[in-house]
Each structure stands twice: as structure tokens, then as C-alpha cells.
């Protein structure tokens, strides 16, 4: 009886939910394009970072219980958002912790994997050219979380750099934050803004045509201050750009590299349905 694929869960989460789902359009249709199973699960909510970060653990509980139900039974969740699949790896164990009940505690340790965009792709997948063409000056924005909290490292721009027709220009400062910082932009706005400013000019000064980023969190911080200054730039989530491609003529040759990446996701795939998602 063959082994059916890996099965994944995509944690679309509560912003691009509600003010960019073309993101998580673009993921699927990333996903799928590779070969990969993915589901979306309609009973996911928050995954509770905003009441942690502000303090309030005990409101957080719910949340946390609802994401465990709503992934159980998947091989692997993933995230098109640093910020929240960090949230899930680092916080909901404090969560659980707090609360007292060893349950939750065993549950949360026993939980599927998540992973952010890139780390799957990079690290599971084991693939970095996605078979994506992309005709565009981009400079890339390493979010805080994604940076600091998981540590996905060059990952992102790994898989940019493979893209076709893509020219990745370097970010002065790229590692400063956005100023966005969730709660942060609300509590320190005037600070918020002076650090988005910063980030905006440093954007602007690459001559980039499109600013891309793995958290739309910042990229819409960012992205209103480029709006406000007529800086004619576009900002892009890391899957959209991904998510694109070009059409293969036959007898081109790109179409033999198209079979290569799908050849090599393929191989890639059987090792993880030999094995399982790796932790």
C-alpha cells in the first residue's frame, strides 16, 4: 500500500486572514505546485501572541487549546508569518506551563512542527529554486521574529537569489527593526513611525522596484510609510514573489529545470513520507 504524502496544515494567521489572503492563496498554490498536501483549517483562531506579549497569559489558555485541536493529526503546520510561528514554538509552552494543567503541557510538547515559509521550504523540502520567475528589482526585509525568534538566517534569500529574472539588492540596515512590533506601533506610535521612517528611506535608497518581506505585519507598517512618501514601491510578501511563474514553451530549455525541481521535491517528498516531517 503506497505511504500517502505528508500532510500540512497552513496556519494562515489572523492578519493575512483578514487583510491579505492573496498570501495565503499564494501558499497554496506554492505548495501545491510542489507536490506538498496542504489543508486549511477552518476552526484555527489567534495564536494568542498579542495577549501574550502585552501580559495577558491566563487569556492566552483558550487559544492555545483551540490551536492544538485545530492541527492535531497534521504532520507539520506552517506559517507565512515569523512573528507567529514563533509565537506558536516559543510561547505556547510558556502558555501551557502557566497554566497549571500538565495536559496542556503534554499536548503542546507533542504537537505537530511548525515551521515559517522559508524553514520548510529550505529544511524540509529541501529546495531552494521553487521553479519561480519574477522580472523585478527587490530588496529584502529580514523581519524581527523571523530573524531573532527562529533564526531562518539567509533561507529567504537563498530562495530569491533562485528565482528568475529577479535582482536581489542589498537593504542598508536590513537587520533594524520596521518599528511595527505588534502592540509596540500602538503604545509607542510617534517612535513606531520614526523607526518606519527609517526603514522606508534605507528601502528607497536601493533603487528596489519591490520591497519583500516574510511578515506582512511589517510589510504593511512599511509599506503605508512608502505609500505616504508617492515612493511608487510596491511591497510583496515572500510567497507571492515564490508563487509566481512563467509559462515553459515547449522545447525550451527552462522546461527541463521545471522537471528538476519537480523531480527533486519528489525525491525529497518520498524520504519524508519514508520517514516523517522532521522535528
Known amino acids: 500500500m503506497p505511504i500517502p504524502p505528508p500532510r500540512v496544515g497552513l496556519m494562515v494567521t489572523c492578519l493575512n486572514d483578514a487583510l491579505f489572503p492573496d498570501t495565503g492563496r499564494a501558499v497554496v498554490s506554492l505548495?501545491?505546485?510542489?507536490g506538498v498536501d496542504v489543508d486549511f483549517p477552518a476552526a484555527q483562531t489567534c495564536c494568542g501572541q498579542p495577549m501574550v506579549n502585552t501580559g495577558y497569559l491566563d487569556e492566552a489558555v483558550p487559544l492555545v487549546r483551540n490551536h492544538l485541536d485545530a492541527f492535531a493529526g497534521y504532520d507539520a503546520v506552517l506559517a507565512p508569518s515569523g512573528s507567529c510561528a514563533g509565537s506558536v514554538r516559543h510561547q505556547h509552552g510558556l502558555v501551557?506551563?502557566?497554566?497549571?494543567?500538565?495536559?496542556?503541557?503534554?499536548?503542546?510538547e507533542a504537537a505537530p512542527p511548525v515551521y515559517e515559509l522559508s524553514e520548510y521550504l529550505v529544511d524540509v523540502l529541501g529546495v531552494v529554486d521553487v521553479g519561480a520567475y519574477f522580472p523585478h528589482r527587490v530588496t529584502y526585509h529580514p523581519t524581527c521574529h523571523s530573524l531573532r525568534m527562529l533564526g531562518v538566517g539567509d533561507r529567504p534569500t537563498r530562495l530569491l537569489r533562485a528565482v528568475r529574472?529577479?535582482?536581489?539588492?542589498d537593504l542598508p540596515?536590513?537587520?533594524?527593526?520596521?518599528?511595527?512590533?505588534?502592540?509596540?506601533?500602538?503604545?509607542?506610535?510617534?517612535?513606531?513611525?520614526a523607526m518606519g521612517n527609517d526603514k522606508a528611506r534605507h528601502v528607497r535608497s536601493t533603487g528596489a522596484e519591490v520591497l519583500v518581506a516574510g511578515d506582512n505585519s511589517c510589510l504593511m507598517h512599511v509599506g503605508?510609510?512608502?505609500?505616504?512618501?508617492?515612493?511608487?514601491?510596491?511591497?510583496?510578501?515572500?510567497?507571492?514573489?515564490?508563487?509566481q511563474t512563467e509559462p515553459v514553451v515547449a522545447g525550451d530549455d527552462r522546461a527541463g529545470?521545471?522537471?528538476?525541481?519537480?523531480?527533486?521535491?519528489?525525491a525529497r517528498s518520498a524520504e519524508l513520507r519514508a520517514g516523517g516531517v522532521a522535528r
Open 31 to 34: 505548495l501545491r505546485r510542489l
Open 96 to 108: 501551557a506551563r502557566r497554566s497549571g494543567d500538565p495536559g496542556l503541557v503534554r499536548g503542546v
Open 165 to 169: 529574472g529577479l535582482t536581489l539588492l
Open 173 to 193: 540596515g536590513a537587520a533594524e527593526c520596521c518599528g511595527f512590533g505588534g502592540t509596540f506601533a500602538v503604545k509607542n506610535s510617534e517612535t513606531s513611525i
Open 224 to 243: 503605508g510609510l512608502l505609500s505616504r512618501q508617492r515612493s511608487g514601491m510596491r511591497v510583496m510578501h515572500l510567497a507571492e514573489v515564490l508563487a
Open 257 to 266: 529545470d521545471e522537471r528538476s525541481v519537480g523531480s527533486r521535491v519528489e
